[in-house]
């Protein structure tokens, strides 16, 4: 049996499910003998079968996504190749596949991307009728896409995310009193919740400016710049494209906090990159982000002004965030980019025993 690892969706500009998808291949390359269906992003050793076309990778332009169904439709392996795509980017016509459904916030929100609502809602649940098992990220997503689709929670897996914490690391000299900052990252889409940041500067704005990282040109910046511009906001908010990975590295090391207030989330990595950062956390409290973070973050309640002002006083009280800092270490110990991959050796074993025979004589590096 010979597993196929389909990248093809992957550019240059990875952002979560891109880094989920790197460090997950790169480690499963180092189990086992591997080919790939390539993108334009990074790939690991291996036999490349077919090099996916620039214009169909994630975020490439307004009709990538549309693109890519088409482009694999043309897509088919023979029956002693298992393909698994470490994202919910299937093969329309690969029968036995495994795909990773990181969320289902399309589904739930559908006016945030109407185009991705209806491959949520009318092409994946049939894609997951040619998938012998689904993998996820979180528990609480493995039971949200159970009971959405009806797939059978058997068949579900959990392969989390991680994070890399001789990569992320503390740099002290850049926390600096002088201008503190909250910071924000991902704010490209509408769940990540920047409006309702903006609608309790009141409890933030007299001692901290907002840094939006990763917040994409068009009308939903627009829409958040005209709203900074009616709250008398302009010398406090900064929004910042995408960005490479020092910077938000520096980002995070020099916060006061990362907000990260999402309406909803399928795991949620930047909070771990906080923490792994020494900063501390204001989060959701939404089931998924309760699971992973556990009692390493502060948790608000949306729309309530004084549990965002008990989160933001939080932030001057030293013990408090101690507190919060020494959980994140224990979870952090635990989303390590190795657990996930052995949480992944395990789900593909556990559906097809046979790729034992495709194992690398090195054995598990």
């Known amino acids: ?19 989920y998808s790197a460090n997950c291949v790169s480690g499963l390359a180092k ?31 307004k009709f990538a996504g ?8 043309s897509l088919r392996f023979g029956s002693g190749s298992l393909v698994y795509s470490p994202t919910h980017h299937g093969l329309p016509n690969q029968s036995g596949q495994i795909i990773t459904v990181h969320d ?21 649940p049939r894609l997951l009728q040619k998938c012998r098992a689904v993998f996820t990220v979180s528990e609480a997503t493995r039971q949200d ?3 959405s689709y009806g797939y059978p929670l058997e068949q579900i ?46 409890h933030w704005k007299k001692n901290y400016r907002l840094i939006v990282a990763s917040c994409s040109q068009g009308k939903y910046q627009r829409m958040l710049k005209q709203k900074v511009l009616d709250l008398g906001l302009t010398d406090r908010v900064v929004f910042k494209g995408y960005l490479g990975h020092d910077e938000l590295l520096c980002l995070y090391q020099g916060a006061s906090a990362l907000l990260f207030p999402s309406l909803i989330e399928g795991f949620g990595i930047p909070p771990l990159e906080a923490l792994a950062c020494g900063t501390p956390v204001i989060a959701s409290d939404i089931p998924s982000l309760r699971e992973v973070l556990d009692e390493a973050a502060c948790f608000i309640k949306l729309g309530n002004r004084q ?19 020494t959980e994140g270490q224990k979870i952090l110990s635990k989303f390590t980019w190795n657990n996930a991959v052995n949480a992944l050796e395990y789900a593909l074993l556990s559906t097809e025993p046979r790729l034992e025979n495709s194992r690398r004589n090195s054995g598990i590096c």
């Not at 079968?49 to 214009?55: E, R």
Request: proline share 7%; charged share 15%.
């Open 145 to 147: 896409i159970s009971q």
């Open 31 to 61: 189990r086992f003998e591997l080919d790939f269906i390539a993108g334009t992003g990074l790939i690991p050793h291996g036999n490349i079968l077919v090099k996916a076309p620039k214009s169909v990778a994630l975020y490439k332009s």
């Open 66 to 73: 549309l693109q890519r169904y088409l482009w694999a439709r």
């Open 1 to 19: 049996m010979k597993l196929i690892c389909n990248l093809s969706m992957l550019g240059s500009q990875p952002t979560g499910l891109g880094v």
């Open 307 to 325: 549990s965002w002002a008990d989160a933001i006083h939080s932030l001057t009280d030293s013990s408090v965030v101690k507190s919060h800092l």
């Open 157 to 202: 897996f959990v392969v989390p995310n991680g994070v890399d914490t001789t990569d992320f690391s503390p740099n002290p000299a850049l926390r600096t009193t002088s201008d503190p900052y909250l910071l924000m990252v991902g704010g490209r889409h509408p769940h990540k919740n920047v409006l309702e940041v903006l609608n309790m500067a009141p």
């Open 104 to 124: 289902l916030i399309h589904l739930h929100l559908p006016r945030q991307n109407p185009q991705v609502y209806i491959y949520f809602r009318f092409l994946l």
